[in-house]
């Protein structure tokens, strides 16, 4: 995948994460009626082990999707041993809450649709590539709110995937670890699963938000699908309110059906203060991609932008802690296959 360099020539991480010191100088007003968000996440990075030769998918983030989601429904069919301390009828519940997300009937949003915003993002970086034999593998997934609790199902359905084979190949691997990231700081880890083990479910944690540095770098870290005007957003018609009020929609809904803390704040003025925030240095590009899709028999085009752009907040603190939460829950479209994953850093 094509990665314009940044300005600050940093390395990428193998999984997001907020860099620097955020103490920046910057506007940390936030007006009257305007609430902050109330998100609270799991993050965990999953250790993986290659025991045979692994050919991974163009779009890995899919791939370890795809291979969850069968081994899910495995188990929700009766096809799969359910795992020790969940129900059959909790495994059920499993692939159907992180799959199918169906809205509560008496949902006041979205109540046209017929599923809402998956709970849970996923991030590899193993694109296009082969694993040798003893060759690690991390793959980063969220969970959000109420769906942390799903842990251990999650983790049981990971094991079973690897065990059973990914890739085109179905080539086999191993679970090693399971760490909760990211829960007090971007360098603190806790162990939650190791081989053969039991798995610990931390609770989630609302993520702290720092004070506001004026200059933001946005680097994104998988392709970035924003629509514009109906139309996939390019690297001259990107706008900065299109990023931050698809995290403002998505930290709603999110907040809506996954936590008991529905966002209740002033949209309008949010929308306002996003029309404000200029993009002062860019360098993007249109990265084309497709995955398979076994359900269509097709490949899907899942083009989107790579690159980085540096946003100047001064003046709009409170859409900070929304951009802040960006490289938790992702930005745009297919985050659980692994798309929009950013990451941060005072410019």
């Known amino acids: ?189 806790q162990p939650v699963h190791a081989a053969g083990g039991t798995v610990t479910v931390p609770p989630p944690e609302v993520p702290s938000t720092p004070p506001m540095p004026r200059f933001v770098e946005v680097r994104i870290v998988s392709a970035l699908r924003l629509t514009h005007q109906g139309r996939l957003a390019g690297p001259d018609d990107f706008r900065a309110r299109d990023l931050l009020m698809f995290l403002v929609r998505r930290v709603s809904m999110l907040s809506t059906f996954h936590t008991d803390t529905p966002l209740d704040t002033d949209f309008r003025a949010l929308k306002e203060s996003a029309a404000k925030v200029r993009i002062v240095e860019r360098n993007l590009a249109l990265h084309r991609q497709t995955r398979r899709s076994s359900t269509q028999g097709r490949e899907v085009p899942m083009d989107g932008l790579v690159g980085w752009c540096v946003l100047d907040l001064a003046g709009q603190g409170a859409l900070w802690p929304y951009l802040w939460l960006a490289p938790w829950i992702h930005a745009g479209k297919a985050a659980t296959m692994g798309l929009g994953a950013v990451t941060l850093h005072p410019a």
Not at 2 to 24: E, K, L, M, T
Not at 165 to 178: C, K, P, T, Y
Request: overall charge positive; aromatic content about 6%.
């Open 1 to 189: 995948m094509p990665d314009p360099a940044s300005p600050h020539d940093r390395d990428r991480p193998p999984v997001p994460r907020i860099d620097g010191d955020p103490r920046h100088p910057g506007s940390e007003d936030r007006p009257v009626g305007l609430v902050p968000p109330n998100l609270p996440v799991g993050r965990y990075e999953l250790r993986f082990r290659a025991v045979e030769r692994v050919f991974c998918a163009p779009m890995a983030g899919a791939m370890w999707r795809g291979v969850l989601g069968r081994a899910l429904k495995h188990m929700a069919d009766g096809l799969a041993p359910v795992p020790r301390g969940l129900s059959a009828e909790q495994a059920r519940g499993l692939y159907r809450d992180l799959f199918e997300t169906p809205p509560p009937p008496d949902a006041a949003k979205m109540r046209k649709y017929t599923a809402v915003p998956h709970p849970y993002t996923l991030l590899s970086l193993d694109d296009d590539r082969v694993l040798q034999p003893e060759e690690a593998a991390v793959v980063g997934l969220t969970l959000v709110g109420r769906s942390n609790a799903a842990l251990p199902g999650v983790v049981a359905g990971f094991r079973r995937a690897a065990e059973t084979g990914i890739g085109v190949s179905r080539g086999r691997m191993a679970l090693d670890a399971v760490d909760a990231v990211w829960r007090r700081g971007a360098e603190d880890r």
